[in-house]
């Protein structure tokens, strides 16, 4: 495994011209394509990329339109982790040297339908590193729960009401589960926090066999947040502690950010129109479970 | 190149035109965005520090550097505004098109 201080550093100044996510059709100020741009710029040119179904691919490939400017392809919705993995070992039959191959998958083609292919891939210690953009939702199809989907979140199948408050459950532990195939480099990002990204991203290109990255990403459209706010609720999720900043690594957890203070939940909770309907004991019900799991991570993390 | 230019897609007159697969050329991009766009960023040079936070964070990928500066590709900036909202010098203004 390469320590991070033998691989050079990619930030905003050193980071190639070159752009091989462009022209795309997302919704401005989407925070998927944020982190599939920046990805592929730390991976290069020498990148094969494959995607399932999920808002990154519906924008990329609108025929005769490639937004892609490197080798990139649609996969079916639940075997994006196969077909990289095919696609990592063809290219190595045809002895290609010094390539990557990369997933970007939505957290329901990651969480829910993904899932089966994602364990293979990790089980046999593919050369891929499978990228999962959260959005917290299926977006592309219009905003549905999918496994990814915090507690109180309103979506087209979990809408709120009288009776519910939005979705009743809280997020897959997805982190943890990857992490507990033994993965040779795991992490979670936040597209607010973008050198830490661009940091991990860079690590798991070293890296020889199967890695993950869970990166949250803002969707606008589905949030319900003004569009040039798109870093800053990434940033704030992680500051109020909903979302955490880890590594899984030579068997270790090791918890990137631990603040002395958590920033207000319900801040960042009523930016966004899709819980804006919370009331007083939901946010008591996300504030308990956040801690809960704060409590946990630093008993075993630190 | 550093980023795809708009090109004409000439549509296919003979069935033999026809790709055999739904990919195409990596980068074909048929049309602009700029249709998307109500507003639209303005950078004042004198405030701008370089720091390339814009560049960093621009979903499409439209900031970029030349001779110094940071640039803008209006063919495919969609007025997000994300670049002025992040900017620590307010250097970028969105101004209605
Ligand atoms: C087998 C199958 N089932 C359903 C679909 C329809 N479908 C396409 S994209 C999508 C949502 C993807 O959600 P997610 O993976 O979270 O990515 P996002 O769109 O949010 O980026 C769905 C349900 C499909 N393409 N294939
Ligand atoms: S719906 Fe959301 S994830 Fe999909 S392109 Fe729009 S902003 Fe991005
Ligand atoms: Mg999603």
Redesign the pocket.
């Known amino acids: 495994m390469n320590k991070v201080l033998d691989i050079p550093r990619v930030n905003a100044k050193n980071m190639t011209d070159k752009e091989f996510f462009y022209g795309h059709k997302a919704c401005a100020g989407c925070g ?1 394509s944020i982190a599939v741009r920046l990805a592929l710029k730390v991976l290069g040119e020498r990148t094969y990329t494959a995607l ?5 691919s ?1 924008v990329g490939f609108i025929f005769p339109q490639m937004a892609f400017n490197s080798n990139a392809i649609i996969t ?3 075997g994006a982790a196969s077909m990289a993995s095919g696609i990592a070992m063809g290219a190595k039959a045809l002895g290609q040297k010094d390539f990557k191959t990369v997933v970007f ?6 969480a829910d ?1 993904g899932f089966q292919a994602l364990s293979g891939m990790i089980d046999r210690n593919d050369d891929v590193l499978y990228i999962c ?1 959260d ?1 917290e ?5 219009g905003i ?1 729960k ?1 496994g990814l989907t915090p507690y109180g979140t309103q979506t087209t199948t979990t809408p709120a009401g009288k009776n519910l408050p939005g979705t009743l459950t809280h997020k897959k532990n997805l982190f943890e589960i990857i992490a507990a195939h033994d993965i040779a480099y795991a992490a979670t990002a936040s597209i607010g926090y973008p050198q830490d990204y661009l940091n991990k991203v860079n690590k798991a290109k070293h890296t020889k066999g199967a890695s993950f990255i869970h990166v949250y990403a803002s ?1 606008p459209t589905g949030w319900g947040t003004p569009t040039e706010t798109s870093v800053e609720i990434a940033k704030d999720a992680v500051d109020c502690g909903l979302i955490f900043l880890a590594e899984y690594e030579d068997g270790e957890f090791k918890l990137n950010r631990n603040p002395k203070e958590f920033a207000s939940i319900p801040d960042y909770l009523k930016k966004q129109a899709r819980f804006k309907h919370l009331s007083d004991q939901d946010i008591e019900i996300i504030t308990e479970h956040r801690d809960k799991k704060w409590s946990r991570m630093r008993k075993h993390w630190l | 190149m550093n980023r795809p230019k708009n090109k004409e897609y000439k549509f296919p007159t003979h069935i033999d035109d026809y790709p055999t697969g739904p990919q195409y050329k990596a980068g074909f991009l048929p049309e602009t965005n700029a249709g998307w766009r109500k507003v639209r960023p303005v950078v004042d040079h004198e405030a701008c520090v370089f720091c390339l936070r814009c560049y960093l964070v621009c979903p499409d990928g439209t900031i970029f550097k030349e001779d110094g500066k940071i640039k803008i590709d209006l063919d495919y900036c969609k007025g997000c505004g994300v670049c002025a909202h992040e900017c620590p010098k307010d250097a970028i203004s969105m101004v209605k098109e």
């Open positions: 998927g399932p179904a999920g808002c990154m519906a079916t919705f639940p998958a939505g957290d329901g083609g990651t339908i953009y959005n939702a299926y977006m592309n199809t549905q999918s969707c």
